[in-house]
């Protein structure tokens, strides 16, 4: 009888194995994993410290030096910075370098700023540096700004060699003015007549911005917009202004009555949105960018409406933000609010969000050292 039972050992052999296999395949997914959590908690380190760890002097700023090693920041107001924020941008794919800006005046002029920095000797002057009359409006400013297609779409290229920055160029028919009216009107608005910049061009940076206005509508334009590129994106053709660029910024703060996630023209259409798109093309990366220092009440702060924001974003919108693959946050409201108390930013003469160089190139700056860490 005992010759005529089988052996159990080849059965046991067998399951041992899967049990191997089995614990080999649980931690190397535990490892990648655990590789994919620690590079999120450093990027996350590292937006926390750009939201909060800026330290403001007597008239500069600068981020603490341990923040500032980790993250490699080149967060630097000074000349020499320049060189190496080209150099590594040089480095960047070329699919991260062109970036679009999405939003009003704020966007644009961070547009320019960014240029400013890239540009370096060689950056485009204001036209207010050398106007007296228009400096006693506007006060003294160098950082370039332009009011050509500035309720329009267009972009512009950077050259990373020389730092000069080309004309603005848009593919929609010259006729349009608003491009924002337009798109609430019809989203088809958005379709190209003549030809965009090309991208991928190695040394040259791509900037491009979207003018969607401001309040509510504003975001009614994103949202239109935004079903722009994805019945694009779905149909593989394409042909809608700005949809070849895959690093976004949206500019948070359109308006002050939407700050709300459960209205459909709110962020949660928004992100909804954001979150269909980036589904549909993989190296799409979205930043939202905001709240930075404004006035709402004749150039006075309001604390209780800071709070407020402050409440809306840390617990409302940040954390739905971070839950959509392909997002990013910088946060600009702490850093820019004690900034103007410091007195080292200030604002545009009647303005109550422009602000004058400084504050800009802090923006730009933010953003910047954003990019560079590579977390996007």
């Known amino acids: 009888d005992k010759k ?24 190397r997914e535990t490892e990648e994993e655990r590789g994919v959590s620690s590079f999120v908690e450093s990027c996350r380190v590292c937006e926390q410290a750009l939201a ?10 600068s981020l603490e030096l341990d923040n500032q090693a980790k993250c490699k920041f080149p967060f630097l107001e000074a000349k020499k910075a320049v060189d190496d924020v080209r150099e590594r941008f040089r480095q960047l794919s070329n699919r991260r370098k062109d970036i679009l800006f999405i939003g009003n005046s704020v966007s644009r002029r961070q547009l320019y700023a960014v240029a400013h920095i ?52 848009s593919c929609l028919p010259d006729s349009i003015e608003n491009i924002a009216e337009e798109i609430l009107k019809e989203k088809n608005a958005m379709r190209c007549s003549k030809p965009q910049l090309k991208m991928d061009q190695p040394g040259v940076v791509r900037l491009a911005f979207l003018y969607v206005g401001s ?25 809608y202004v700005l949809d070849t660029y895959n690093m976004i910024v949206i500019q948070v703060g359109l308006g002050s009555s939407v700050l709300q996630l459960d209205r459909d023209d709110g962020y949660g259409g928004i992100l909804q949105r954001v979150k269909e798109l980036v589904s549909l093309r993989e ?30 974003l840390d617990k409302s919108l940040w954390p739905s933000v971070r839950k959509i693959k ?5 946060d600009t409201t702490r850093s820019t609010i004690e900034g103007v108390r410091s007195g080292v930013l200030e604002h545009e003469r009647g303005s109550s969000w422009h602000f004058m160089d400084k504050g800009r190139i802090f923006l730009a700056s933010l953003l910047v050292n954003h990019l560079l860490r590579s977390c996007v």
């Open 4 to 27: 005529r039972m089988p052996s159990l050992f080849p059965l046991l052999q067998l399951f041992l194995g899967f049990v191997l296999l089995a614990q080999i395949v649980f931690f």
């Open 52 to 61: 909060n760890d800026v330290v403001w002097g007597e008239n500069s700023w």
């Open 118 to 169: 890239l540009g370096g000797e060689k950056a485009r002057v204001n036209p207010i540096a050398n106007n007296e009359t228009l400096q006693e409006r506007y006060g003294i400013q160098r950082v370039f700004d332009s009011k050509l297609k500035y309720h329009n779409a267009f972009e512009v290229e950077v050259n990373l060699e020389s730092g000069e920055m080309g004309e603005q160029s």
């Open 215 to 239: 309040g509510s509508k504003a975001h009614k334009a994103v949202l239109k917009a935004f079903d722009a590129w994805i019945e694009g994106a779905k149909s593989r053709k394409g042909g």
């Open 283 to 312: 190296d799409l990366r979205v930043i939202f960018s905001g709240i930075h220092h404004h006035f709402i009440n004749a150039n006075h702060d309001d604390f209780e409406y800071q709070e407020k924001l402050r409440e809306f």
């Open 326 to 330: 392909g997002t990013q946050i910088l």
